[in-house]
């Protein structure tokens, strides 16, 4: 993704598919960050979830 996909200010979300935001979400959630360790946010959720569990 190279911009925002719902700039600031300027989206109205009352116009956007759920669909749109779904395929946004799944975008975001499966990008490696460097402040994960090169991990996904999904990744990371994950593994807090287990760490809590046990």
Do not use: I, Q, S, W
Not at 30 to 35: A, G, V, Y
């Amino acid at each position: 993704m190279a911009r925002p996909p719902f700039p600031k200010g300027v989206t109205d979300f009352t116009r956007v598919e759920r669909a749109e935001l779904d395929r946004v979400e799944g975008l975001l959630n499966t990008r490696p960050r460097k402040t994960l360790g090169y991990r996904t946010p999904a990744e990371k959720l994950d593994e807090l979830l287990v760490a809590t569990t046990h």
